[in-house]
């Protein structure tokens, strides 16, 4: 079977052809591939996609490039009989796309050398952008900007593209950018005044098809500085989707494109500052709630003040010794749990019990510690708080360095009642678990234990 004869080495632009079909070879996936002995279809490699398109109208969905036996076009639907006498048609704007995105490489890599001596050493082109590799010593974004504009300016001085074909010898003797990947005769792409380098690719006639190149990122990787860049129609359509977002962004500023970064660091550092002042007045807030509870905690013989507490849920218990716990005004230390369930609260600060202790479920953990810590830095208190929500119970144990028991033990103890998990240290323990029903059973058995 004689080699492909390939139309696309002396003429990237040329789109539709005939051709007759020398080889037809049914694939197991119930696709066929076909051999010409011509074709203007470009296989995939050298870091480039295959082209698509048609033969007789069935879809040639890639090429792949079979050494000497030829290029192996894979049509998928009604494949031409052997001998046939076809018609193919590349697909213009993929090709177009892939010729801007190698030709936009080839002056890119060259800017690199020219300015900083730094070669590619790999080129990839990726579904909506291309990388390269290269040895680039000390990378910075103004460094690769540079090299950047350099090539722009060359595209943008469209410089004619010629194709020489040479023999090694001839091409030994020629300044080309990097080494021929192959031996004997070479087909070497000359980019006016400004590269020569050995290619099998599909290349713009001149630069200025390649229309402009964009920098989308750098990273340095495995020793190298590994650009993504994208080249003419990739560079408008990555445009649109930066623009697209940029106005996006904006319009949630109520602001012009190009304000919104300085808006979103301002709504950034007043979002911090937020949570500081939330995290300072949920430390207030503990505290008073920890004064209540110890202010209705009675102290035992020994003088230890055991302050046990269940928050949040459909009923909330105070329970042993913080049982008789009233505020100046002689509500329940616990109304921000029982005015939830009372229909009849209609005053403002029933209201906003209501509304602290819902988002006090989210945060019950966090709520439930900062309460444990204002509670034991006073001497000789031992803390046993809970909270419920509709299927879980949580637990912080927690007592001041010169109390007594063991709140890792206690904890354990009563996580396995309430079939959860839970543990800690000596003097502060957290858990929790599932069976809600026997909190109060858990908490009565840490007060006994205690006792
Ligand atoms: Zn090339």
Request: aromatic residues 4%.
């Amino acid at each position: 079977m004689p080699a492909t004869e390939r139309l696309y080495y002396q003429d990237s632009h040329l789109i539709e052809f005939e051709a007759r079909v020398v080889d037809v070879t049914e694939r197991v996936s119930g696709w066929t591939a076909v051999v010409l002995d011509r074709t203007a279809f470009y296989p995939t490699g050298g870091g480039q996609p295959s082209d698509t398109g048609t033969l007789n109208g069935a879809r040639v969905v890639e090429c792949i490039d079979d050494g000497d036996n030829g290029v192996l076009h894979v049509v998928q639907g009604a494949a031409p009989a052997l001998d046939a006498i076809v018609a193919g048609r590349v697909d213009w704007s993929r090709r177009l796309d892939h010729m801007q995105q190698h030709t936009g490489q080839h002056i890119l890599s060259q800017a690199f050398v020219k300015l900083f001596d730094a070669p590619t050493k790999s080129f990839r082109v990726l579904d909506q952008s291309c990388e390269i590799d290269v040895e680039l010593a000390n990378p910075t974004t103004d460094i690769i900007e540079r090299a950047v504009e350099f090539a722009n300016n060359v595209i943008w001085e469209d410089r004619v593209v010629t194709i020489h074909n040479v023999s090694a010898a001839e091409a030994a003797a020629m300044p080309l950018r990097k080494e021929p990947a192959r031996e004997g005769e070479l087909r070497l792409i000359e980019i006016e005044d400004f590269d020569l380098t050995p290619c099998g690719g599909t290349h713009a006639v001149r630069t200025g098809e390649v229309g402009m190149i964009a920098m989308r990122s750098w990273e340095r990787a495995k020793g190298l500085t590994r650009i993504e860049f994208v080249a003419g129609v990739r560079a408008l359509a990555d445009y649109r989707r930066a623009n697209r977002t940029a106005r996006e962004v904006a319009a949630l500023f109520s602001t012009g494109r190009d304000d919104s970064p300085q808006n979103a660091a301002q709504l950034i550092e007043e979002n911090k500052e937020l949570h500081r002042r939330v995290r300072a007045l949920e430390e207030v807030e503990a505290r008073v709630e920890a004064e209540r509870l110890l202010t209705a905690a009675v102290a035992r013989d020994d003088g230890t003040r055991v302050v046990s507490h269940v928050f949040g849920g459909a009923e909330s218990s105070s329970r042993a010794a913080d049982s008789s716990a009233r505020d100046a005004s002689g509500r329940d230390a616990s109304a921000r749990d029982a005015s939830v369930r009372d229909a009849s609260v209609r005053d403002a600060s029933a209201c906003h019990a209501a509304a602290r202790t819902a988002e006090s479920s989210a945060r019950n953990a966090e709520f439930l510690k900062n309460v444990a810590h204002a509670l034991i830095a006073t001497p000789n208190t031992v803390a046993l708080l809970a909270s419920r929500d509709k299927d879980t119970a949580r637990l912080v144990f927690a007592r001041s360095a010169d109390a007594s028991g063991d709140m890792n033990a206690l904890m354990r103890e009563a996580c396995a009642l309430l079939d959860g998990r839970g543990g800690g240290k000596p003097d502060m323990a957290q858990g929790g678990g599932k069976d809600v029903e026997k909190l109060d059973e858990a908490l009565n058995r840490a007060i006994q234990s205690l006792s």
